[in-house]
């Protein structure tokens, strides 16, 4: 059983930093996809950044030279580094993780994802 464990979410300042962390575990597949999504009220889901199993990444263009999606396979965490967050950075946050039959980080953003975590709310006001 796969299970996804987000933290790190809260209240900032336009301007400033947070880091999520997703704890992963129950899954031993090799090749594999991870990614973070965020959900704003009345919004639809989009995808933020995604990683696969070689290191590979990708950015919503929303994101791009902002956002840092890195992952430390000896602790089985997934982080999203945010720096310079905006208003509209504000969202449920959601990390989000499977198996990959293709690779790259292109594929891994795009993907669908059969595993998902609880979410954590990131808000940032100006």
């Known amino acids: 059983q796969v299970q996804l464990v987000e933290s790190g979410g809260g209240s900032v300042q336009s301007g400033g930093s947070l880091r999520l962390s997703c704890a992963a575990s129950?899954?031993?597949?090799?090749?594999?996809?991870m990614g973070w999504f965020r959900q704003a009220r009345g919004k639809e889901r989009e995808g933020v950044a995604a990683?696969?199993?070689?290191?590979?990444?990708s950015y919503a263009d929303s994101v791009k030279g902002r956002f840092t999606i890195s992952q430390d396979n000896a602790k089985n965490t997934l982080y999203l580094q945010m720096n310079s967050l905006k208003p509209e950075d504000t969202a449920m946050y959601y990390c989000?993780?499977?198996?990959?039959?293709?690779?790259?980080?292109?594929?891994?953003?795009?993907?669908?994802?059969?595993?998902w975590g609880q979410g954590t709310q990131v808000t940032v006001s100006s």
């Open positions: 990683i696969d199993s070689d290191g590979r990444t």
């Open positions: 129950g899954y031993t597949y090799s090749s594999y996809c």
């Open positions: 989000a993780a499977d198996r990959a039959y293709y690779s790259g980080g292109y594929y891994c953003l795009a993907a669908e994802y059969n595993f």
